[in-house]
């Protein structure tokens, strides 16, 4: 089937603005992720789902950051009151297994939404 | 604090050489270790996951070394290719039931025809 699927692919907003990124993971993969990656550095770790629960958010930078995933499958990442310093790839990625998956498997990650906050 | 580091930025490798790439962990108790190759614009790809009770894994040209008394990960690449220039990833999984996945910032590697 088809791989992880994010959108949109690149936003430019305004500094001050709300941006809502999408990301539709696997079919019946449980587990989600959302990473950060600013230019030259590795994935930092946002907020993971198992199901409809965040079961750890202790990446997510402040409070502007909020991530939902209210039927178990696609996930919105929301960012208020967007600041240029919030500029970044946003990656998703989806797990198929339950908790314990990332001792047995892999992540599948999609292609990012780049933001550029002006 | 917790510290992952890949050894360089940035290492070129003669075609038909064997690519060596390091990866360092500080303060981390780590269960399994995950390497990803990344190419430009485009999401990180799997290629190897090492249990902290394995010494090596292979996959095709890929070899991969965990020892934790040095804290340390090895991925060889053998017979390099230009078509194995990417970024490569090294990613730590806690051994006290976090999910985290905590990458380090990764290795350019170019491989010179």
């Known amino acids: 089937g088809a791989g992880v699927s994010q959108t949109p692919s690149n936003k430019v907003t305004e500094k001050g603005k709300y941006v809502e990124l999408r990301c539709d993971p696997i079919s019946g993969h449980t587990a989600l992720y959302w990473y950060r990656q600013s230019l030259g550095q590795g994935p930092e770790f946002l907020i993971y789902?198992?199901?409809?629960?965040?079961?750890?958010d202790s990446g997510l930078p402040n409070d502007r950051f909020f991530a939902v995933r209210p039927e178990g499958s696609v996930s919105t990442l929301k960012i208020q009151r967007t600041e240029r310093g919030d500029s970044a790839v946003y990656l998703c990625?989806?797990?198929?297994?339950?908790?314990?998956?990332?001792?047995?498997?892999?992540?599948?990650f999609g292609e990012g939404s780049r933001l550029t906050v002006l | 604090s917790q510290k992952i580091e890949q050894n360089s930025e940035a290492l070129n490798i003669q075609e038909g050489k064997t690519a060596t790439l390091t990866c360092n962990y500080t303060n981390y108790s780590p269960a399994y270790l995950q390497w990803y190759r990344q190419d430009p614009g485009r999401g990180p790809v799997f290629l190897l996951l090492?249990?902290?009770?394995?010494k090596e894994k292979r996959k095709e040209r890929l070899k991969v070394t965990f020892d934790t008394t040095l804290k340390q990960s090895l991925f060889h690449i053998t017979a390099s290719q230009p078509a194995d220039s990417a970024t490569y990833l090294c990613?730590?999984?806690?051994?006290?039931?976090?999910?985290?996945?905590?990458f380090g910032t990764g290795t350019r590697l170019t491989i010179i025809p």
């Open positions: 990625a989806s797990s198929s297994q339950r908790q314990g998956s990332l001792r047995t498997g892999e992540l599948f």
């Open positions: 990613a730590l999984v806690s051994n006290f039931g976090n999910e985290k996945l905590t």
């Open positions: 789902f198992q199901g409809t629960g965040a079961a750890d």
């Open positions: 090492i249990r902290e009770n394995e």
